[in-house]
């Protein structure tokens, strides 16, 4: 398993995460092995969040409740969630008092004393930067928090924040796939102005940004296209190029084509992250295998084409 900076936090993290917003369903055994299928493949970053599943902070607990990991075993792994939904709204709080007491029901439903990083889970139009900045210092200072980031934020947004908080921003969560690829995309059609890939829709180059800055760009649903419904693009005739594609270079490498998918990803010089979603455990081993896969230039881009996206 490939590694790679998290932000400037000094930590050394692996460049596959395993998502665990799916798991409040499952027994102590499937999760369990869920778990131990991660540690084998070399993932010890495990991604949370307080509304994923059917009520608030019930993954985490399930999480929790199955493992029971001995504080040795905390010490192993890396916990990562995030704050600033309010769900039954729906809509989103920055306030210091939300993510305080948000992360402090994490903390409880993880049973852990801190969370390696904290995420702002979307935009907050209302934030008020100075209560973020309140929030950080808190949960910094208490030991509650030990790193800090964001989740689907602009190149502006992040400044916005910067201008209070005085914590490093290590991270931001942004949806990337071969398929679902504008942050990547945009780039490349720069300057064409018939190319509706050549929109400007994140604010302006939040990869080169991200770089620019330091910030870990961790990339959420690695499977997901826009065609067909947008589910998932793996064998879906609405991506036909594109899987023949990832087939061929699959056979080539000699790993199933989802370590393709996540292949495409780890290639890119930003050294992303990619959150697995899945609770199936052979398709985190699966998957985990694109850690190291060095695609070439070559195929890198072939991938590009083959999504429908222009490489001029």
Same mark, same amino acid.
């Given at each position: &398993? ?19 917003? /799916? ?5 102590? #055994? ?40 001995? %504080?040795?075993?905390? !010490? ?20 210091? $008092? ?26 907050? !139009?209302?934030?008020? *930067? ?31 924040? /910067? ?7 290590? #991270? ?5 796939? +071969?398929?679902? =690829? ?6 490349? @059609?720069?300057? &064409? ?14 990869? $080169?940004?991200? /770089? ?46 989802? !370590?393709?998918?996540? =292949?495409?990803?780890? /290639?890119?010089?930003? %050294? ?14 699966? #998957? @985990?295998?694109?850690?190291? +896969? *060095? ?16 490489? *001029?």
């Amino acid at each position: &398993m490939r590694t790679v900076p998290l932000g400037s936090s000094g930590l050394s993290v692996p460049n596959v995460v395993a998502g665990m917003m /799916r798991i409040d369903d499952k027994t102590d #055994a499937e999760v369990r092995a869920l778990y131990q299928a991660s540690r084998d493949a070399g993932i010890d970053f495990f991604d949370h969040a307080d509304i994923y599943a059917r009520s608030l902070h019930s993954a985490e607990e399930r999480f929790a409740q199955a493992l029971s990991l001995s %504080g040795a075993e905390r !010490a192993e792994i890396r916990l990562q969630t995030k704050a600033g939904i309010v769900p039954e709204g729906p809509y989103f709080d920055f306030s210091y $008092e939300h993510l305080v007491s948000s992360v402090e029901g994490s903390l409880r439903a993880l049973r852990t004393d801190y969370v390696d990083v904290l995420l702002l889970h979307r935009p907050d !139009a209302l934030v008020e *930067p100075d209560e973020v900045a309140r929030a950080f210092d808190h949960l910094e200072e208490s030991g509650k928090v030990r790193a800090f980031g964001v989740s689907n934020h602009t190149p502006r947004q992040i400044d916005l924040l /910067r201008t209070a908080v005085r914590q490093p921003i290590v #991270a931001n969560q942004v949806q990337l796939s +071969i398929a679902h =690829a504008p942050v990547v995309a945009q780039g490349l @059609a720069a300057n &064409m102005e018939t190319a509706s890939q050549s929109a400007v829709l994140d604010g302006g180059g939040l990869v $080169e940004y991200c /770089r620019i800055e330091g910030i870990t760009i961790q990339a959420w649903s690695p499977l997901q296209g826009t065609r067909g419904g947008g589910g998932v693009f793996l064998g879906h005739p609405e991506y036909a190029e594109l899987n023949r594609v990832i087939d061929d270079l699959a056979g080539r490498y000699g790993v199933e084509p989802l !370590a393709i998918a996540v =292949a495409w990803i780890t /290639r890119h010089p930003a %050294g992303v992250q990619v959150v697995l979603g899945t609770t199936t455990p052979a398709r985190v081993t699966d #998957a @985990a295998a694109g850690s190291d +896969i *060095p695609l070439t230039r070559a195929e890198w881009y072939a991938l590009v084409r083959a999504a429908g996206y222009i490489v *001029p």
